[in-house]
């Protein structure tokens, strides 16, 4: 069992930044990909920005590429959502996921975490 637990949400202006923090427990994160999902009103869950353990590329949304940066650190089982230029369609409800492959897949999910971008 992996629990992960969110911080670091919050109200901004437009133009601003947030930075989010997933810690999770086990012993083994640094073998879990690592994400981070968005749910805005009346829409799906989407991913905004994964980050594989196995190294290789990092995946963004579209509407994020260029101002949102994950990372992660392995020595604090910790993974990082570095958001600038914040923009009004970024408010949601920020999940994190890990994510493990061993021939299944098996997601965990934090609680979530409010951003709220104001125009």
């Known amino acids: 069992q992996v629990q992960l637990v969110e911080s670091g949400g919050g109200l901004v202006q437009a133009g601003g930044s947030l930075r989010l923090s997933c810690a999770a427990s086990g012993r083994t994160f640094s073998s879990y990909d690592m994400g981070w999902y968005r749910q805005a009103p009346g829409k799906e869950r989407e991913l905004v920005a994964r980050d594989r353990w196995s190294g290789g590329s990092t995946y963004y949304v579209d509407s994020v590429k260029g101002r949102f940066t994950i990372t992660r650190d392995n020595a604090k089982n910790t993974v990082f959502l570095q958001m600038n230029s914040l923009k009004p369609e970024d408010t949601a409800i920020y999940f994190c996921?890990?994510?493990?492959?061993?021939?299944?897949?098996?997601?965990?999910w934090g609680q979530g975490t409010q951003v709220t971008v104001s125009s």
């Open positions: 996921n890990a994510r493990i492959v061993t021939g299944k897949i098996i997601n965990y």
